[in-house]
């Protein structure tokens, strides 16, 4: 009974530490931010998806819906590396002056920033706009084929999101394997147009 006693006191002093940092490291004005970003990046792609979509012919939509799943697993994939790569290996490159390696530890630095960007703005933006895009392709196809526009919905939905979590779930384990070296790639291709 005691050691139930002192398990539930630790579990409590656990998580009111926890609770206590968390509210410390809330940035705030990183999450107005995010949220205006996302607002943007959101309201662009939904404008691209709604408006183009429905005036191109059904291979040129399904291409552009394929398109929005591709970026979101691409974008979840350097999220996941720059989460999962070793500081150590950037800051020895960066003090060697290897190009890009200076941003790698800029990008590790932040990588809960690099992270929600990656994962949360532009995968589940990519993931919604996709969704967005499959409603208008099911209508053509419906309309098209004289179909059930229910089941044609559901068809189309089912597989979108089964190409959306199974690219991600490769991506991830991809992402894991290799992260030093997407990471290192990523910040290469980004300090092209990175001015300090």
């Known amino acids: 009974m005691f050691k139930k006693d002192k398990e539930k006191e630790n579990l409590k002093i656990l998580t009111r530490q926890k609770t206590k940092n968390h509210l410390a ?36 939509g399904i ?8 970026i979101g697993i691409i974008f979840d994939i350097i999220g996941v590396a720059v989460t999962a790569s070793d500081l150590s290996v950037f800051n020895s490159m960066s003090a060697r002056r290897v190009e890009g390696a200076s941003l790698a530890v800029t990008f590790k630095k932040h990588s809960e920033k690099v992270s929600s960007f990656c994962n949360d703005v532009i995968g589940d933006i990519c993931g919604i706009v996709s969704g967005a895009a499959g409603t208008t392709i099911s209508l053509i196809i419906s309309n098209h084929f004289n179909l059930s526009l229910i089941l044609v919905s559901m068809f189309v939905a089912a597989i979108i999101a089964s190409l959306t979590i199974g690219g991600k779930a490769i991506g991830k384990s991809y992402a894991i394997n290799n992260s030093n070296i997407i990471l290192y790639n990523f910040a290469k291709f980004i300090s092209h147009f990175y001015k300090k």
């Open 63 to 70: 291409i552009l819906t394929l398109l929005f799943i591709v």
């Open 25 to 60: 490291k809330v940035n705030w004005n990183w999450i107005i931010k995010i949220v205006l970003i996302t607002f943007t990046i959101s309201f662009c792609m939904s404008f691209v998806s709604n408006t183009i979509i429905p005036n191109i012919s059904l291979f040129f």
